[in-house]
């Protein structure tokens, strides 16, 4: 991935983790519908709670990806955390989306996954 | 909510070109230039620090100030009026910097820089998506 390619992805990866954010604060019922009822019933808080947690989450990465600090670790959270949403969320018309932003966040974390010579971070 | 979603996505492109910029000045590197060479002409230019601040520190901060205003008005909190108007104020005062900073590089510096006009472009959008809903963005 060269230069550009790298800032374009991760730009764009974080505005729309950011924009999520903001909209599911703006309406937590609605998005906290989309966990599975599996899903709600191992969860230690409210399924309403726990969004309002993700879009914390979602903010603080789109931050980091948006401002280039920590990118590694934030791409690699991004990963994880949309794995963890294709879980709980379930298959429908739209999990191809969440597929598309996961191989744009895996492509990241693996295009500044940590050399031999040490992290990321210590760069 | 599109026009809302379109200004909070111009003031991210913002946020990023000018975090890019601070990284840079900061490392003490020369910044990429995508187009032309005189980035580094403009930038380390007396004009580059007007506001008692460097400029991108500056529009760091605008560009952070209106994507928190675009997603208060998503989100509902504060006044619907008020945050409105700041956020016409913002743009439109925004705008009049980028024309003179536009009228710097080109008759002035007598170099363009291309995240200077990027930034530039990007506040004009703006101006653009406000001018088109009719100075009202409605959640």
């Given at each position: 991935m060269?230069?550009y390619?790298?800032?374009v992805?991760?730009a764009?990866?974080?505005?729309t983790?950011?924009?999520?954010?903001?909209l599911i604060?703006?309406?937590?019922?609605g998005w906290?519908?989309f966990?599975?009822?599996?899903?709600a019933d191992?969860?230690?808080?409210s399924?309403?709670?726990?969004i309002?947690?993700?879009?914390?989450?979602d903010?603080?990465?789109?931050v980091?990806?948006l401002?280039?600090f920590l990118?590694?670790?934030?791409?690699l959270l991004a990963?994880?955390?949309?794995?963890s949403v294709?879980?709980?969320?379930?298959i429908?018309?739209?999990?191809?989306?969440?597929?598309g932003?996961?191989?744009?966040a895996?492509?990241l974390?693996?295009f500044?996954?940590p050399?031999?010579?040490?992290l990321?971070?210590?760069? | 909510m599109t026009?809302l979603?379109?200004?909070?996505?111009m003031?991210?492109?913002g946020l990023?070109?000018?975090?890019?910029?601070?990284?840079?000045?900061?490392?003490?590197e020369?910044?990429?230039?995508?187009?032309?060479?005189?980035c580094?002409?403009?930038?380390?230019?007396k004009?580059?620090?007007l506001f008692f601040?460097?400029n991108e520190i500056?529009?760091?901060?605008?560009?952070a100030v209106?994507?928190?205003i675009a997603?208060f008005l998503?989100?509902?909190?504060?006044?619907?009026e008020?945050?409105?108007?700041?956020?016409?104020v913002?743009?439109?005062?925004g705008s009049?910097?980028?024309?003179f900073f536009?009228y710097?590089?080109w008759k002035?510096?007598?170099a363009?820089?291309f995240?200077c006009?990027?930034?530039?472009?990007?506040?004009?959008?703006m101006?653009i998506?406000?001018?088109?809903?009719g100075?009202?963005?409605?959640?």
């Amino acid at each position: 991935m060269n230069n550009y390619a790298f800032h374009v992805l991760r730009a764009g990866l974080a505005m729309t983790f950011i924009w999520i954010g903001v909209l599911i604060f703006q309406d937590p019922a609605g998005w906290a519908a989309f966990i599975k009822p599996w899903a709600a019933d191992i969860l230690f808080v409210s399924p309403e709670r726990a969004i309002m947690g993700t879009a914390v989450f979602d903010i603080l990465v789109g931050v980091f990806l948006l401002v280039d600090f920590l990118t590694f670790w934030a791409s690699l959270l991004a990963s994880l955390h949309l794995i963890s949403v294709l879980a709980v969320a379930g298959i429908d018309a739209i999990t191809v989306r969440d597929i598309g932003l996961l191989a744009g966040a895996l492509a990241l974390a693996v295009f500044l996954w940590p050399s031999k010579k040490g992290l990321y971070l210590l760069k | 909510m599109t026009a809302l979603s379109l200004l909070f996505t111009m003031a991210a492109l913002g946020l990023s070109e000018t975090a890019y910029l601070i990284k840079k000045r900061r490392a003490m590197e020369a910044p990429v230039c995508p187009v032309g060479e005189d980035c580094r002409a403009v930038l380390s230019s007396k004009y580059s620090r007007l506001f008692f601040v460097h400029n991108e520190i500056a529009g760091f901060v605008f560009y952070a100030v209106i994507s928190a205003i675009a997603s208060f008005l998503v989100i509902g909190l504060g006044s619907f009026e008020i945050l409105n108007l700041i956020l016409d104020v913002l743009v439109f005062a925004g705008s009049a910097v980028s024309i003179f900073f536009l009228y710097l590089q080109w008759k002035v510096i007598k170099a363009w820089c291309f995240w200077c006009v990027m930034s530039a472009l990007t506040i004009f959008a703006m101006a653009i998506i406000i001018l088109s809903v009719g100075f009202k963005l409605t959640p």
